[in-house]
C-alpha cells in the first residue's frame, strides 16, 4: 500500500457512503490525485474488497479491510511521521496526564485517547497528534522534549477534529502489547 492508497481508503473507510462519492470528491477529500482514486479501486475491486453493481460502489469484507489498513498505517505512516519525543515533567503530572489540557491542533492517540473513550486502559505510552508542530506541547507546561521519553508526537494526516476511531484502533495494534490488542478489538466492533 503506497501513501496516498492508504489516505483514500482511510477516507472511504470513515463512513460507507464515501466510497459511493465521485472519484474527484474522493480526491479532494483524501488530498491525493485523481488517478490515485482511480488506482486505488482498481486495487481494491482486484482483491475482492469493492463491488460495483450499476452505479453503486460498496466495500466488502470490511473487517479484513480496516485491519490491512491498520497494518498499511503501522507500516507506512506511523514510524515516518513521528516528529519529536517528551517525556512529562514529574511522576505526578504522569499520574495525573488526563487534567493536560492540549491546544486545538493537538490530540491524544493510542492507548491514550482509548482511555480517554472510557476503554480499560492505562496508558504506558502516549500517543499525540499534532496539525502543527511538537512545539505546542512545551506551552502546557508539563511536557519537555526528550530524545527516549514515553511521549510520541506525531504529524496528523487526518483533516477532521479529534481522533478517528480508525487510527485509535491502529495504534493499539502497533503497540504489539496484550492489554492493548484486547482494547483493539473492543474498538473494532464500533468501526
Keep these: 500500500m503506497n501513501k496516498a492508497e492508504f489516505l483514500v481508503l482511510f477516507y472511504c473507510l470513515q463512513d460507507k457512503d464515501h466510497v459511493g462519492m465521485s472519484y474527484r470528491d474522493i480526491a479532494a477529500a483524501a ?13 481494491l475491486s482486484e482483491r475482492g474488497y469493492l463491488v460495483e453493481s450499476g452505479c453503486r460502489r460498496m466495500l466488502r469484507k ?13 507500516d507506512l505512516m506511523k514510524r515516518k511521521s513521528i516528529l519529536s519525543r517528551f517525556t512529562f515533567l514529574a511522576p505526578q503530572v504522569r499520574s495525573q ?5 492540549l491546544s486545538d491542533s493537538l ?3 493510542g492507548e491514550s485517547a482509548a482511555a480517554l473513550m472510557g476503554y480499560p486502559i492505562q496508558p504506558s505510552r502516549w500517543d499525540i497528534y499534532t496539525a502543527d508542530n511538537a512545539n505546542a ?4 507546561g508539563r511536557m519537555i522534549p526528550n530524545p527516549s521519553g514515553e511521549i510520541y508526537v506525531y504529524k496528523k494526516f487526518w483533516n477532521t477534529s479529534g481522533i478517528p476511531l480508525m487510527v485509535v484502533y491502529a495504534d493499539l495494534l502497533s503497540a ?12 473494532k466492533t464500533k468501526l
Excluded at 31 to 43: E, F, N, Y
Excluded at 137 to 140: E, F, K, R
Design 31 to 43: 488530498g491525493v490525485s485523481l488517478g490515485s482514486v482511480h488506482a486505488t479501486m482498481v486495487d
Design 62 to 74: 470490511r473487517s479484513s479491510l480496516v485491519d490491512w489498513w491498520a497494518r498499511g498505517y503501522a
Design 97 to 101: 496526564w488526563q487534567e493536560i489540557n
Design 107 to 109: 490530540t491524544w492517540g
Design 137 to 140: 506541547l512545551i506551552l502546557t
Design 176 to 187: 504489539d502489547d496484550a492489554r492493548c490488542r484486547e482494547v483493539a478489538q473492543l474498538i
